[in-house]
């Protein structure tokens, strides 16, 4: 069971906004995409029964932490983990079917991946959800072409030395994607230590 210190402290205040944006009787089907240790599906489990989480990575490491953590808490509406590479079609996103889920769930990966994972998040997300169902992604952003304050500017150029294809994405970028498949940006919260909520909203077809 990995630990990561982020993920202990942005795990409560993105379950406060998981809890005003979700219904919380109804049964939901969730797809967290780069669950990472698991810290977060198994919190998120504890607190909101109702929802069946499907985690999934990358990462192999990370895949048995996740089943780490599953095995220790036995939650009943925790499904095994899944191998899903973001930057691959949905098709090949362990058999999950279209139009199927009420939410997608991704923290901190888009800034520190190449660009194919984020469009891939968009476009399978665009596929799997459910019409009217929610993308959360979480992090760190620029906004209308501009970072701040000074700690993410120096973060963006950290992670751009790493990998040419790495930094924050600004949100209007975001946005274009996300529209290209069909969401559309319908609430943006500011959360701890100058990250954000992006919610994005599968448009109905009628
Ligand atoms: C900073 S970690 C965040 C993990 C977790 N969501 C958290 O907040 O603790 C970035 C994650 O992106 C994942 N990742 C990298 N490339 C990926 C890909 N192609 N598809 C899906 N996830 C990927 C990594 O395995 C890693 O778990």
């Known amino acids: 069971m990995l630990s990561a210190a982020a993920a202990e402290r942005n795990k409560d205040p993105i379950l406060s906004v998981l809890r005003d944006i979700v219904n919380t009787e109804r049964p939901l089907q969730a797809l967290e995409i780069s669950s990472g240790t698991g810290q977060h599906v198994i919190h998120f489990a504890q607190a909101l029964r109702n929802i069946t989480w499907q985690p999934s990575e990358y990462d192999r490491q990370s895949l048995a932490s996740i089943e780490a953590y599953r095995a220790h808490y036995h939650l009943h509406n925790v499904k095994p983990a899944i191998h899903l590479d973001a930057s691959q079609p949905h098709q090949y996103w362990g058999g999950i079917q279209p139009e199927s889920l009420d939410l997608v769930l991704n923290i901190n990966m888009i800034h520190i991946s190449p660009l194919s994972c984020t469009e ?66 319908e609430k943006i919260v500011d959360m701890p230590a100058n990250n954000k909520c992006l919610l994005f909203r599968k448009e109905s077809l009628v």
Do not use: C, M
């Open 120 to 185: 891939g998040l968009f476009k399978g997300t665009g596929a799997l959800l459910k019409p009217q169902g929610l993308l959360l992604t979480y992090g760190p952003y620029a906004v209308n072409g501009r970072i701040t304050p000074q700690s993410n500017v120096d973060f963006d150029y950290s992670l751009r030395q790493r990998h040419p294809e790495w930094g924050l994405k600004d949100i209007s970028f975001l946005n274009s994607v996300a529209q290209k498949n069909g969401l559309f940006l």
